[in-house]
């Protein structure tokens, strides 16, 4: 069975720093791009930093110079480093990754989620 386990969420107050870390198991993710993506309360789920097989990263303009995806494929592992949070960056964060393919913006060209982290950061 193919999962993806998301972790390292947590309360923390504005200005400070998380790392999220998905691990995948049930197949190798080495060749497949990955991507967190983050839901708020009443809001649509949105893309906030992706990271091709080769290791090229795209991130939300919003999360710019704040967010650093990386990935280790020998530990079939994803992370997101957060720094400076913000309390808009609040949210439930997942994790996702393709069969194939490039990184996209879009939820629905991923194949496997994650179950989410939950990223509160108080004012």
């Known amino acids: 069975q193919v999962q993806l386990a998301e972790s390292g969420g947590g309360l923390v107050q504005a200005g400070g720093s998380l790392r999220l870390s998905c691990r995948g198991s049930g197949r190798t993710f080495s060749g497949s791009p990955m991507a967190w993506f983050r839901q708020a309360p009443g809001k649509e789920r949105e893309f906030v930093a992706g990271?091709?097989?080769?290791?090229?990263?795209y991130y939300a303009d919003s999360v710019k110079g704040r967010f650093t995806i990386s990935r280790d494929n020998a530990e079939n592992t994803v992370y997101l480093e957060m720094n400076s949070l913000k309390p808009e960056d609040t949210a439930v964060y997942y994790c996702a990754a393709a069969r194939s393919g490039v990184v996209t913006t879009t939820a629905n060209t991923y194949d496997y989620w994650g179950q989410g982290t939950q990223v509160t950061a108080s004012s």
């Open positions: 990271i091709s097989w080769r290791s090229f990263t």
